[in-house]
C-alpha cells in the first residue's frame, strides 16, 4: 500500500519541542516532488503548513516560521518535522503527504499517500 507511516507526535509542555517522522511505504522519497506538512484543528480546514520542494526549496506559514523545520532523509525513506518553541495552538493533528505535481505554489498542489495523522497536544 502507497502511503506515509507517521510516528512522533504526543504531549509537550508550552516552549517544548516534538519531532515528527514520516517513513514513505512502496514508494522511494527520492522520486518524489515535493512533500509536505499540514495540520488541521477541529472543525477547520486542513492547511500546509510547511513543504519542501525536490531542489530542496522549504516553504513554511507564518504561524510556524522560526519554529518548525521540515527535512528529509531520501536514504532512510523518511521526512521530519521538528517542531520547536510549541504553543497550546499548536495543538491539532498532524499528516504528511507528498504530491508529483510541478506547478504552483508548493503547499497548495493536489496531495496524496496522506499519512494516518497524529496529534499533538501542547499544554502545561
Known amino acids: 500500500q502507497l502511503q506515509f507511516v507517521e510516528s512522533g507526535g504526543g504531549l509537550v509542555q508550552p516552549g517544548g519541542s516534538l519531532r515528527l517522522s514520516c517513513v514513505a511505504s512502496?514508494?522511494?522519497?527520492?522520486?518524489?516532488?515535493?512533500i509536505g506538512w499540514f495540520r488541521q484543528a477541529p472543525g477547520k480546514e486542513r492547511e500546509g503548513v510547511s513543504c519542501?520542494?525536490?531542489?530542496?526549496?522549504?516553504y513554511n506559514i507564518d504561524a510556524v516560521e522560526g519554529r518548525f523545520t521540515l527535512s528529509r532523509d531520501n536514504a532512510k525513506n523518511t521526512v521530519y518535522l521538528q517542531m520547536n518553541s510549541l504553543k497550546p495552538e499548536d495543538s491539532v493533528v498532524y499528516y504528511c503527504?507528498?504530491?508529483?505535481?510541478?506547478?504552483?505554489?508548493?503547499?497548495?498542489?493536489?496531495?496524496?499517500?496522506w499519512g494516518q495523522g497524529n496529534q499533538d497536544t501542547v499544554s502545561s
Open positions: 519542501i520542494s525536490r531542489s530542496e526549496s522549504t
Open positions: 512502496g514508494f522511494n522519497l527520492a522520486d518524489t516532488y515535493a
Open positions: 503527504a507528498r504530491t508529483q505535481t510541478r506547478s504552483g505554489y508548493v503547499c497548495n498542489r493536489p496531495y496524496e499517500y
